[in-house]
């Protein structure tokens, strides 16, 4: 079988590599390579991800050299399931930083862009943003509609852009 | 310093209040955990995250710190004496500045920390303390907070 490897799936420095068959039509490889591309990418995420909240989980009672309790299991669970509803392939992964009451903060921080969801409970979410156009003066308090979230992190490569942009 | 034993609610919280025992000059520190590291988004450079600067949840609750001078006055060295397990660092406040930007100081001494203090927003329109910091109020703390015990390549303020 002859490999081809495809070097043009790059994203934040990552490449991924295809093998194909040689009588695998051009359309067919390039699919494959995209579906390849995507899910690696999603699985990395998923690591990313998963291996936080798997040190999460190990935290003891005051680990912030305070009081703080470990994160509970049920925002925890509740905080994944929302990050699979409103996250999609191009979303980058993001920091998640516990709360001293079992709570947990979900944020992405790109250039002059801030994206904090704080998971108070299940349920119970203050989700807050700031970019250079918009100055938020209170957090919005979300149940388990997150739409608006959706919305905010779609716009977070095309804002990170924006701002290359600008700088460049 | 006097040990002032504060007020708690039916749960055990300090039910929040400002004690004049703070002077105005006094240094509040507030330990960084490794937990409160994030990307910045920049390259190389690393944040403090905003829960940081963020109170227990729910009525009466506060943002832990320990009063410097209290550590000070039981012979105890401060930056030793906070650089516990997992801590990476620390900020301190001035009171006189937390108390101008509107928040509440006060002793919470604990068993384990009887330096330990806690600091309280409250909100204006409504004049009662909750147990959060609005995104203003979370600015507020990360501009006022200066390095206690610096963390190298970490940006204090985004």
């Given at each position: 079988?002859?490999?081809?490897?495809?070097?043009?799936?790059?994203?934040?420095?990552?490449?991924?590599?295809?093998?194909?068959?040689?009588?695998?039509?051009?359309?067919s490889?390039?699919?494959?390579?995209?579906?390849?591309?995507?899910?690696?990418?999603?699985?990395?995420?998923?690591?990313?991800?998963?291996?936080?909240?798997?040190?999460?989980?190990?935290?003891?009672?005051?680990?912030?050299?305070?009081?703080?309790?470990?994160v509970?299991?049920?925002?925890?669970?509740?905080?994944l399931?929302?990050?699979?509803?409103?996250?999609?392939?191009?979303?980058?992964?993001?920091?998640?930083?516990?709360?001293?009451k079992?709570?947990?903060?979900?944020?992405?921080?790109?250039?002059?862009?801030?994206?904090?969801?704080?998971?108070?409970?299940?349920?119970?979410?203050?989700?807050?943003?700031?970019?250079?156009?918009?100055?938020?003066?209170?957090?919005?308090?979300?149940?388990?509609?997150?739409?608006?979230?959706?919305?905010?992190?779609?716009?977070?490569p095309?804002?990170?852009?924006?701002?290359?942009?600008?700088?460049? | 310093?006097?040990?002032?034993?504060?007020?708690?609610?039916?749960?055990?919280?300090?039910?929040?209040?400002?004690?004049?025992?703070?002077l105005?000059?006094?240094?509040?520190?507030?330990?960084?955990?490794?937990?409160?590291?994030?990307?910045?988004?920049?390259?190389?450079?690393?944040?403090?995250?905003?829960?940081?600067?963020?109170?227990?949840?729910?009525?009466?609750?506060?943002?832990?710190?320990?009063?410097?001078?209290?550590?000070?006055?039981?012979?105890?060295?401060p930056?030793?004496?906070?650089m516990?397990?997992?801590?990476?660092?620390?900020?301190?406040?001035?009171?006189?500045?937390?108390?101008?930007?509107?928040?509440?100081?006060?002793?919470?001494?604990?068993?384990?920390?009887?330096?330990?203090?806690?600091?309280?927003?409250?909100?204006?329109?409504?004049?009662?303390?909750?147990?959060k910091?609005?995104?203003?109020?979370?600015?507020k703390?990360?501009?006022?907070?200066?390095?206690?015990?610096?963390?190298?390549n970490?940006?204090?303020?985004?």
């Open positions: 079988m002859e490999e081809v490897v495809i070097m043009n799936y790059d994203y934040i420095g990552s490449t991924t590599t295809v093998s194909f068959s040689s009588s695998e039509n051009a359309e490889q390039e699919q494959r390579g995209i579906d390849v591309y995507l899910s690696t990418r999603l699985e990395e995420w998923r690591d990313c991800v998963d291996r936080r909240v798997r040190e999460l989980l190990l935290l003891k009672q005051g680990w912030d050299g305070y009081q703080a309790e470990p509970n299991m049920w925002t925890i669970n509740f905080a399931n929302m990050l699979r509803s409103v996250c999609n392939q191009d979303t980058p992964a993001p920091s998640i930083v516990p709360g001293v079992g709570d947990l903060q979900i944020e992405w921080h790109i250039g002059d862009v801030d994206l904090e969801l704080h998971v108070i409970a299940p349920n119970n979410v203050e989700a807050w943003r700031e970019t250079p156009d918009e100055k938020m003066d209170d957090d919005i308090a979300l149940t388990n509609n997150f739409k608006i979230v959706e919305q905010w992190i779609e716009q977070l095309e804002l990170a852009c924006a701002q290359e942009t600008t700088a460049a | 310093m006097p040990k002032r034993l504060p007020l708690r609610d039916p749960q055990g919280n300090v039910i929040a209040y400002d004690d004049t025992d703070i105005d000059d006094d240094i509040l520190i507030r330990r960084i955990s490794s937990q409160h590291i994030v990307p910045s988004g920049q390259p190389n450079i690393q944040r403090i995250a905003s829960m940081l600067y963020q109170p227990s949840p729910g009525p009466n609750g506060g943002m832990s710190i320990d009063i410097e001078r209290s550590i000070v006055d039981d012979d105890l060295e930056k030793t004496f906070v516990t397990e997992g801590i990476l660092g620390a900020v301190c406040f001035k009171a006189e500045e937390l108390r101008k930007a509107g928040f509440l100081i006060g002793a919470d001494p604990l068993p384990e920390n009887p330096h330990h203090g806690e600091v309280w927003g409250t909100k204006k329109e409504e004049a009662v303390i909750i147990g910091f609005t995104p203003g109020q979370r600015k703390l990360a501009r006022m907070a200066r390095w206690y015990i610096e963390i190298s970490i940006n204090l303020i985004s």
